[in-house]
């Protein structure tokens, strides 16, 4: 398994580019989530999707657009990038948990993205 | 709402102290989860434990423990005779029932000296 893998890894652009990030799992989960970090904020969500086809907002989403078209794939699209969206983008992926999750299940993040946004 | 606190921005021990790192969260859910993650400085997120708010025993793992309290809602984490590969940002976090939403602590960053 490749777990959950993101591109790029860095990234330079120009205030009002456009531009995705993409991210892929292939761990079958039918969570996905992205999150931006910033310095002394830690991560927060900016959308996620429970399954294909269904997406919603997270505390910061202006901004950001995201679709599920499969349950491997779930792109973030920057329509018109602004230097406050200068981050680390993290995706993560996850079961669907309740009480069946076992002691070692968690959200699995990729290894980031980090946007400058000149 | 949910919320996760950690009041220690940067912490510095000489290796081999034992350290603490304070986690404190709020949440009206009855079931929830609450998690440690590492970032050690090549960025990467490594989960380190979960507990389920109906377990509150506590855990060891090698130097690692974790001391669980529904009381005082917290969720510590002690690193006993630290190494200086311990040095990294930890996060704590909460999720609810389904893993679909995680809420982060701002991190503690922990540097362990030589």
């Known amino acids: ?118 | 709402a949910q919320k996760v606190t950690q009041a220690q921005t940067e912490i510095s021990v000489v290796e081999k102290e034992d350290v603490t790192l304070d986690c404190v969260y709020e949440t009206r859910d009855t079931t929830y989860y609450l998690f440690w993650y590492k970032q050690p400085p090549s960025g990467e997120l490594v989960f380190l434990i979960r507990r389920n708010s109906f377990d509150e025993q506590n855990e060891i793992s090698g130097r690692y423990s974790w001391n669980f309290q529904k009381s005082t809602s917290s969720f510590n984490f002690t690193i006993t005779a630290s190494q200086v590969v311990d040095s990294a940002v930890y996060f704590c976090a909460l999720s609810g029932y389904n893993f679909n939403k995680f809420y982060f602590g701002s991190g503690t960053k922990l540097n362990v000296k030589p």
């Open chain 1, 1 to 118: 398994n490749a777990g959950v893998t993101q591109t790029p890894k860095f990234q330079v652009l120009k205030t009002g580019q456009s531009m995705t990030l993409q991210c892929a799992q292939d761990m079958n989960h039918e969570y996905m989530s992205w999150y931006r970090q910033d310095p002394g904020m830690g991560l927060r969500l900016i959308h996620y999707s429970v399954g294909a086809g269904i997406t919603d907002q997270g505390e910061v989403p202006n901004g950001y657009n995201v679709s599920r078209s499969t349950t491997e794939d779930f792109p973030l699209r920057l329509l018109s990038a602004a230097p406050s969206q200068t981050s680390v983008y993290f995706c993560a992926s996850s079961y669907s948990f309740g009480f069946t999750a076992t002691s070692t299940d968690t959200q699995y993040f990729g290894p980031g993205t980090r946007l400058t946004v000149l």
